[in-house]
């Protein structure tokens, strides 16, 4: 089973489940613009997070305006095990013709990028899109871990673990079968 793959001194794991529980130092939200909560991952994150990280939001938001997708930015965690929830805004999917896959790449690579530079060690990712925001859960799979072995490879990064936690069987499988063809 392609569930774990090693890149340089990183490793990347599958993992089936509720990504609030996860227990690395930075989870990854799938946010809207507006930093509100919502429904899906976003809202599960903030239920299981507390006031203190709506708080922490809505403070970015009073600064810089809303967040527009692609981009990312950092929170505490609130009540959750992760120290650190990092908020970013997928595209949503208009039919593949309107830099959706450049977009959903940048979600990731910024992400990344955050927590190297706060010297996250650990990460976990949900499927960013593939709910709501309606993107191919096969080509955003691709993206999601094409990008992610791009930024191990690129370098010197504090990150040692990449953690995609997967809700549903169906995701998980295929995500399986994108590790598995990156291993090949
Ligand atoms: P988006 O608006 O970016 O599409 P969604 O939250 O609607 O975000 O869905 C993104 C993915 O997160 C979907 O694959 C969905 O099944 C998954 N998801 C929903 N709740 C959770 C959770 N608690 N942990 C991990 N993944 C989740």
């Given at each position: 089973m392609a569930a774990e793959i090693t890149i340089g001194a990183a490793r990347i794991l599958l993992v089936q489940g509720d990504i609030t529980g996860e227990k690395v130092q930075a989870i990854v939200n799938a946010a809207?613009?507006?930093?509100m909560g919502g429904g899906g991952v976003d809202g599960a994150i903030h239920r299981a997070g507390g006031a203190k990280i709506k708080e922490e939001c809505q403070a970015i938001v009073s600064r810089i305006g809303r967040l527009p997708a692609g981009r990312a930015v950092i929170t505490g965690g609130g009540n959750l095990a992760a120290k650190y929830v990092i908020h970013t805004v997928g595209p949503v999917w208009r039919g593949g013709d309107r830099g959706e896959a450049e977009t959903l790449a940048s979600c990731y690579r910024e992400s990344l990028k955050l927590a190297n530079s706060g010297l996250i060690k650990s990460i976990a990712f949900p499927a960013i899109s593939t709910g709501v925001y309606g993107y191919p859960p096969e080509e955003a799979a691709k993206i999601a871990v094409n990008t992610v072995i791009g930024f191990l490879s690129s370098g010197d990064t504090s990150i040692e673990l990449v953690e995609f936690v997967l809700y549903d069987a169906n995701s998980f499988n295929i995500y399986q079968r994108e590790l598995k063809a990156e291993e090949s």
């Amino acid at each position: 089973m392609a569930a774990e793959i090693t890149i340089g001194a990183a490793r990347i794991l599958l993992v089936q489940g509720d990504i609030t529980g996860e227990k690395v130092q930075a989870i990854v939200n799938a946010a809207n613009s507006g930093l509100m909560g919502g429904g899906g991952v976003d809202g599960a994150i903030h239920r299981a997070g507390g006031a203190k990280i709506k708080e922490e939001c809505q403070a970015i938001v009073s600064r810089i305006g809303r967040l527009p997708a692609g981009r990312a930015v950092i929170t505490g965690g609130g009540n959750l095990a992760a120290k650190y929830v990092i908020h970013t805004v997928g595209p949503v999917w208009r039919g593949g013709d309107r830099g959706e896959a450049e977009t959903l790449a940048s979600c990731y690579r910024e992400s990344l990028k955050l927590a190297n530079s706060g010297l996250i060690k650990s990460i976990a990712f949900p499927a960013i899109s593939t709910g709501v925001y309606g993107y191919p859960p096969e080509e955003a799979a691709k993206i999601a871990v094409n990008t992610v072995i791009g930024f191990l490879s690129s370098g010197d990064t504090s990150i040692e673990l990449v953690e995609f936690v997967l809700y549903d069987a169906n995701s998980f499988n295929i995500y399986q079968r994108e590790l598995k063809a990156e291993e090949s």
